[in-house]
């Protein structure tokens, strides 16, 4: 092989290389966009149905352990959303776009968080609500940390409560 059909094969192996590469990038980020999406549909759903059987106690497990044990009043923000949100669901948007985050350490997820999961409809037989919610989906240092930790669900007329602390900090490193 002369050095002409040496530099061409070379440059062949090069250009497959890059298109793998950024294939696999693009396929990595895709897969975690989606599961995040879908884990949000998971809570939304869950969410949509403990408020139409006003079920507080599946409402209070869905949210982190550490904001259910520090807020004197979520039982009474919990009591709240279910007195605002009236009637049995006809139907819902699921969530388009889910902002959020991970990390991982050493290869493995150890941190995953939805920031803002929002639906624009949904619909009861008596009005229609927003929804949006805030949730660490994994926490591997502090376990306690996992679950909602904010929902807010406003009906038609602008009516709004919102269940967790707007003022909760957590601590996004531990």
Do not use: P
């Not at 002409?4 to 497959?16: D, S, T, V, Y």
């Not at 049995?88 to 350490?105: H, R």
Request: glycine share 6%; with cysteine.
């Amino acid at each position: 092989m002369d050095n002409m059909g040496w530099i061409l094969m070379n440059k062949r192996i090069l250009l497959f290389l890059v298109f793998a590469m950024v294939t696999l990038f693009f396929c990595g980020c895709g897969i975690k966009v989606v599961s995040q999406q879908k884990q949000a549909n998971i809570i939304l759903n869950e969410l949509i149905v403990a408020l139409e059987n006003e079920d507080a106690e599946a409402i209070k497990s869905m949210l982190a352990a550490d904001l259910t044990v520090s807020s004197e009043s979520i039982d009474d923000e919990i009591q709240d959303a279910l007195e605002l949100f009236d009637g049995k669901v006809i139907s819902y948007d699921k969530l388009e776009t889910v902002s959020g985050g991970e990390s991982f350490d050493n290869g493995a997820l150890t941190y995953s968080r939805i920031s803002n999961g929002h639906t624009e409809k949904i619909v009861t037989d008596t009005d229609t609500y927003k929804m949006s919610f805030s949730a660490i989906l994994i926490n591997k240092k502090k376990k306690t940390q996992e679950g909602l930790w904010q929902i807010c669900i406003e009906n038609s007329n602008g009516n709004y409560v919102i269940i967790g602390s707007n003022n909760f900090d957590f601590n996004w490193n531990s």
